[in-house]
């Protein structure tokens, strides 16, 4: 819920700064590995736009695949899944490198 009212926030104070009416639409990325579940932020942010700029915009959610890459064997693979093994040397040493991010891409004001 929290982070529906910070994409809900930060979205109002970027169209107050452009002092823009109401929102047309925003898209939001959200990576596989954030930890947010797409169902549930959906319904959070059904509930947070109520009375902000947000209330009839449409929505757009992406969802970005995970990344990481092997310590071992060096290969980068992409994971939806933080306990997955490298396909490559089925070891559970590597970096994440992409999939964590929630952001707002875009506002269409
Ligand atoms: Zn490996």
Not at 81 to 107: E, F, M, V
């Amino acid at each position: 819920m929290s982070i529906a009212q910070s994409i809900v926030e930060l979205a109002e104070e970027v169209a107050i700064k452009e002092q823009a009416g109401p929102i047309q639409s925003i898209d939001i990325e959200i990576g596989a590995l954030s930890g947010v579940v797409l169902e549930a932020l959906e319904f959070a942010m059904e509930i947070s736009v109520k009375n902000t700029k947000l209330e009839k915009a449409k929505i757009n959610y992406r969802v970005l695949p995970g990344k990481a890459r092997c310590r071992e064997c060096n290969r980068e693979f992409e994971t939806n899944d933080l306990l997955a093994l490298c396909p490559g040397c089925k070891q559970a040493n590597y970096t994440i490198t992409d999939g964590k991010q929630l952001r707002i891409k875009s506002l269409v004001v």
